[in-house]
C-alpha cells in the first residue's frame, strides 16, 4: 500500500510539474518531481530519456535549469539563481552539489539584512556573486563531488570522487582533489573504443 500511495503522490507531482509554465519534461523523462522547488517564471527543460532523482532548487526568479538527453542525475543537489546547463549523455553520481552562486557575501554588512528576512523567505541578491554553470556533453561526475559557480566542465570531462570544482575543466581532462586539478588526459575522439577505464578516486 505503501509504495501504492507513493507512486501516486509522484505521479500527482510530475503532473502538476508538466502543467507548470515554462516547465517541459519529455514523456520518457524520469524526475522527482516532488523535489523541484520553483519560484516565478522559472524555467526547467529535461530531455527524452533522462533522469533527474536530484533535488532541484530555483534560489530567484526566472532562474533556468536545462538537462540534456540521455543524461542521469542522481540523489544531488542542484541550486540555480541564474543558470544551470548539462547535457547529454551526461553522468552525475549522488551526493554532489552543482551551485551558480556563493549564496552570501562574504562582508557581514551586505548580507546583514538577510540574517533578518530567512523567515519570510526574502533574499537581497544585490551582493552576492553569481555566474552559470555548463557541464558538456558525456561528462562524468563522481558522487560528492561539488561544481561552484561559473564552472564549465568540458565535453567528455570525467570530475573525480569528492572533488571541489572552482575552475573550468577542459575537454576529455580527469581532474580530482579540492580544489580540483588535473590527472590524466583522455583520448578527445567521443567515438574512441580503446579510452581507458578511469577511477573516480579524489588523490
Known amino acids: ?22 516547465v517541459s519534461i519529455a514523456n520518457d523523462a524520469r524526475i522527482e518531481a516532488r523535489r523541484v522547488m520553483l519560484k516565478p517564471r522559472c524555467a526547467l527543460s529535461v530531455g527524452p530519456r533522462s533522469i533527474v532523482e536530484a533535488a532541484v532548487d530555483f534560489e530567484r526568479d526566472g532562474a533556468v535549469v536545462v538537462i540534456g538527453e540521455n543524461t542521469y542525475v542522481g540523489a544531488s543537489t542542484l541550486r540555480c539563481a541564474a543558470r544551470i546547463e548539462i547535457g547529454n549523455d551526461v553522468e552525475i553520481a549522488w551526493n554532489c552539489s552543482i551551485v551558480d552562486h556563493d549564496w552570501e557575501s562574504l562582508v557581514f554588512e551586505q548580507r546583514r539584512i538577510d540574517m533578518r528576512t530567512w523567515y519570510t523567505a526574502k533574499k537581497d541578491w544585490t551582493h552576492v556573486p553569481i555566474a552559470p554553470v555548463r557541464i558538456r556533453d558525456r ?42 586539478r588535473v590527472v590524466r588526459r583522455l583520448p578527445g575522439a567521443s567515438a574512441d573504443k580503446r579510452a581507458p577505464v578511469v577511477r573516480l578516486h579524489a588523490r
Open 139 to 180: 561528462a562524468v561526475i563522481g558522487f560528492d563531488a561539488i561544481i561552484l559557480k561559473g564552472v564549465e566542465i568540458g565535453e567528455g570531462a570525467v570530475v573525480g570522487v569528492g572533488s571541489v570544482v572552482t575552475r573550468s575543466v577542459a575537454p576529455y581532462t580527469v581532474v580530482a582533489g579540492a580544489p580540483a
Open 1 to 22: 500500500m505503501a509504495n501504492l500511495m507513493n507512486r501516486v503522490t509522484s505521479g500527482v507531482a510530475r503532473w502538476r510539474l508538466s502543467r507548470t509554465p515554462g
